[in-house]
């Protein structure tokens, strides 16, 4: 079957930098994609990665290795509102997309 | 910028009976798509549409129905309301398909809640 696996939960503090992992196992693999949603609203669209290595913007990065399965979403300057929830998605085959159950990310000050 | 609505945005509904969620989009987006968002689950795809007049199946489509008349909106029925069916539902668009496919826009979710 296919699978994408986060981390349930993290916490990290206000100013510093927190990496979320994202694993997948997928038929075949057309694009990672990373989200992110605040509760109570919509997802909003983050990042895109089909080839490997690193994708920076801004604060975010988003890295993929295709060989390993494995993608993270680096987050930079932690601010409050970056308390949220955070997807990750991979394209398969079909050009369906799977997503993960997603990472609540919680930032103290 | 309106982008994609959602109605309505909350509704409590006893099981048996009929629901529509609608949603309207104005990006003029060919691709659009109704997913279900449960807690400690990924978003799970129930139906999709490519282009205006075509509809596909997704992940978990039992018990709901689609149509596209037209490239804007993509309402979503229920048509006999089951507990299992309580969870929020986010409608989404893109402009573009297959391996192309880039962001996705989502609406700002339907709670639902069938008693």
């Known amino acids: 079957g296919q699978n994408i696996d986060q981390p349930t939960e993290m916490t990290a503090t206000e100013g510093a930098i927190v990496q979320i992992n994202c694993t997948y196992q997928?038929?075949?693999?057309?694009?990672l994609f990373w989200y992110q949603q605040h509760a109570g609203e919509a997802p909003t669209f983050l990042s895109y990665n089909v080839l490997d290595g690193l994708e920076e913007k801004g604060r975010f990065s988003s890295f993929l290795s295709r060989s390993k399965g494995y993608s993270y979403l680096l987050l930079k300057e932690l601010q409050m509102k970056d308390s949220a929830s955070y997807l990750c998605?991979?394209?398969?085959?079909?050009?369906?997309?799977?997503w993960g159950a997603g990472t609540k990310l919680i930032i103290k000050p | 910028t309106a982008g994609i609505t959602q109605a309505p945005t909350s509704q409590i509904l006893a099981a048996g009976r009929s629901m529509t969620l609608r949603c309207t989009q104005d990006m003029r987006h060919n691709a659009m798509y109704w997913y279900r968002q449960d807690l400690g689950l990924g978003l799970r795809l129930i139906h999709y549409s490519n282009t205006a007049g075509t509809t596909g199946k997704g992940e978990v489509p039992d018990g709901y129905s689609v149509s596209r008349a037209n490239t804007d909106d993509f309402p979503l029925t229920l048509a006999s309301a089951v507990p299992s069916q309580t969870s929020v539902y986010f409608c989404?668009?893109?402009?573009?398909?297959?391996?192309?496919?880039?962001?996705?826009?989502f609406g700002e979710g339907s709670r639902l809640t069938v008693l």
């Open positions: 989404a668009s893109s402009d573009r398909t297959g391996k192309d496919t880039g962001e996705l826009f």
């Open positions: 997928t038929s075949g693999f057309n694009g």
């Open positions: 998605a991979v394209m398969d085959s079909n050009y369906q997309l799977i």
